[in-house]
């Protein structure tokens, strides 16, 4: 039987940390879960690397928002890359799209060359583009070896015939990785599909701040929520994964 690979993202080194002695397979290290995910510091991913072994993709994502980028913004996400390489990352996901919804081949090339080989996912800018089957022949020429996908909508619940769709039409020739509220009988649906060889899940959960002083007069967050606890990984959201991929 094939072993599924399950690949989390992580924003903080409790969360890399408790990923890894879990059995997460991989990391994806990003910044501002608000966000959606940013590229992290450089700092972040060298103490994590100091830490454990399991590989660690990094996010290349200048700032939240759209994924149409201006040269100065690429110039500085190449930049990322060169850095976050010194340091142990083991591959980059990112993705950059031209103003109509398309896939920039020229800027991803861009990034991709500055990767010198290391494996590039290209991520959900994917379901925003404006034809998938456009997109993915584009991100494969590139060279890019998976894609991370929801379907085309804002789940994977939502997108999950699109995804065994996109596994059609990609033929194995690049991964497709489910990935957007993904949950554990996700799997299940996934697993008779003879091109299934990864999956994202966030396996989030949150503890409460170790903060005993509460200043109710400022809030610092979208959410005010959030400054009361602390993005985690969920040990329990992890075996429910890793049983349904066993």
Known sequence: MRKILLEAPVYTVEAALRASAFGIDRLELCADFGEGGTTPSAGLLKLIKSKINTPVFVMIRLRGGDFVYEQEELVAMRNDIQILKSHGAEGFVFGVLDEVGQVDKAACQYLLEAAEGLPCTFHRAFDITVDKKI????????????????????????????????????????????????????????????????????????????????????????????????????????????????
């Not at 991370?148 to 596994?167: A, D, P, R």
């Open 135 to 246: 997109a993915l022949e584009e991100i494969v020429s590139l060279g890019f070896k998976r894609i991370l996908t929801s379907g085309g909508e804002n789940t994977v619940s939502l997108g999950l015939e699109n995804i065994k769709s996109y596994m059609d039409w990609a033929a194995e020739r690049i991964i497709i990785m489910p990935g957007g509220g993904s949950r554990s009988e996700h799997v299940h649906e996934f697993k008779n599909h003879s091109a299934f060889q990864e999956i994202h899940a966030s396996c989030k959960g949150f503890r409460p701040s170790k903060s005993r002083f509460v200043y109710s007069k400022v809030s610092l967050s979208s959410d005010p929520e959030m400054f009361k606890k602390v993005l985690t990984v969920d040990e329990f959201e992890v075996l429910k994964f890793k049983k349904a991929i066993s």
